[in-house]
C-alpha cells in the first residue's frame, strides 16, 4: 500500500522561505513521476512542479520558476519542496502526489494530469 505524508508547512512572512518534506512509502520502482500541487482557497488544484525520480529532471509551472525547487533524497525515500521568495498568492494547501503509471516523457513536459496517488496536504500560509 502506497502512502505519502507531508510536513513543513505553516506561516511565513513575504520574501521568507520555507521547505516542504513529503514521505513516501510502499513504492517498489526507484523511478516515477512525483510532483507538488496546491490549492487556494476559492480556487482550482494547479501543479506547482514534477519530478522524474533517479533521473531528477524536473518542470516547474512558470509562476514558481527561479523561487522553488523539487529535490529528492533517495535514501529516506523523500521528496522536498524547497520555497524561496514566498509571495502571498503562494498561500495555498500544498500536496505531494505520484504517478508510477506515466512516462519520464509526461513528467518533464508542461503537462498536468489528476496523480495516482495523493497526500493529505500541508497548508503554507505567506502574510504581506
Known amino acids: 500500500q502506497v502512502q505519502l505524508v507531508e510536513s513543513g508547512g505553516g506561516s511565513v512572512q513575504a520574501g521568507g522561505s520555507l521547505r516542504l518534506s513529503c514521505a513516501a512509502s510502499?513504492?517498489?520502482?526507484?523511478?516515477?513521476?512525483m510532483g507538488w500541487f496546491r490549492q487556494a482557497p476559492g480556487k482550482e488544484r494547479e501543479g506547482v512542479g514534477k519530478?522524474?525520480?533517479?533521473?531528477?529532471?524536473?518542470y516547474y509551472r512558470d509562476a514558481v520558476k527561479g523561487r522553488f525547487t523539487i529535490s529528492q533524497d533517495n535514501a529516506k525515500n523523500t521528496l522536498y519542496l524547497q520555497m524561496n521568495s514566498l509571495k502571498p498568492e503562494d498561500t495555498a494547501v500544498y500536496h505531494c502526489a505520484a504517478d508510477a503509471d506515466v512516462s519520464w516523457l509526461a513528467c518533464s513536459s508542461g503537462s498536468w494530469w489528476n496523480f495516482r496517488d495523493w497526500g493529505q496536504g500541508t497548508q503554507v500560509t505567506v502574510s504581506s
Open positions: 519530478i522524474w525520480l533517479g533521473l531528477g529532471v524536473t
Open positions: 510502499g513504492y517498489t520502482r526507484s523511478r516515477f513521476c
